[in-house]
């Protein structure tokens, strides 16, 4: 009976985000799924990234959370169009919780679409939202053993950024080792290496991003 009730969520759950998918495309906007563990620097990579890319496009974030509103609090300061959804202790958004948030917003001023997922590596792997892409952030400091363990999350990543690169001498952990057990995982997802508070660091993120930004609109065309 449990397998038949889970089996039922995620079909359910994977047609909702087919139709998400069809609206973001309709509407000519990249969506991203931002997922990680806690900690890894999903909102500082935000911060960064968003405050390089306004000027040039127009930005929403849905910032997943289990009870407070604290990283969309830090991406006030942009002055951008932001969502809250609150999960009540839930461990990952999924496409209802998406297809609500975006009745909020004003998908017609967008270009580019954040989610925020909720800090976990385990259940957000498992859940569409209709995004377009999904990015992994993944913090050097959380060791080079991850990839395995949480092999799902890995498999289904677009781009894998691993993060915090900076601490690696002190954490005592070799990139490029963290690096070949990524791409023992994936061998198709983009690997690249930053530092999220670095804003030299994420000149090739920056570069993929609006590359993407910029297919979505043409698609349109």
């Known amino acids: 009976m449990e397998i038949k009730v889970l089996k039922n969520v995620m079909i359910k759950n994977n047609s909702i985000g087919a139709d998400n998918r069809a609206f973001f495309r309709e509407k ?23 405050d390089k890319m306004r000027s040039k496009y127009k930005v929403a974030v849905i910032e997943g959370d289990l009870y407070t ?30 297809s609500g948030a975006i009745k909020e917003i004003n998908i017609d001023d967008v270009d580019v679409l954040f989610i925020e997922n909720v ?21 050097i400091a959380e060791g080079a053993d991850k990839p395995q363990k949480y092999s799902t999350m890995f498999k289904t990543a677009d781009v894998v950024l691993i993060n915090k690169v900076d601490l690696s001498t002190a954490c ?8 070949k057990e990524i791409r023992s995982i994936n061998d ?32 349109k065309d």
């Not at 969309?72 to 496409?95: M, P, S, W, Y």
């Not at 005592?172 to 690096?179: A, I, N, Q, S």
């Open 28 to 50: 000519a906007v990249l969506a991203v799924n931002l997922v990680s563990s806690p900690g890894a620097g999903k909102t500082t990579l935000l911060e960064s990234t968003i």
């Open 69 to 98: 509103s604290r990283d969309a609090e830090r991406l006030e300061k942009f002055n951008i169009q932001i969502v809250q959804i609150n999960t009540e202790g839930g461990c990952h958004l999924d496409a209802r919780m998406v």
């Open 119 to 139: 800090g976990n590596l385990v259940c957000p792997a498992s859940f569409d939202l209709g995004e377009a892409k999904r990015i992994l952030i993944y913090s």
């Open 172 to 179: 005592r952990v070799d990139v490029d080792h963290v690096e």
């Open 188 to 219: 198709k997802a983009l690997v690249l290496r930053t530092t999220a508070v670095d804003p030299h660091s994420l000149r090739e993120w920056m570069m993929w991003l609006e590359g993407e930004i910029e297919r979505s609109k043409k698609s």
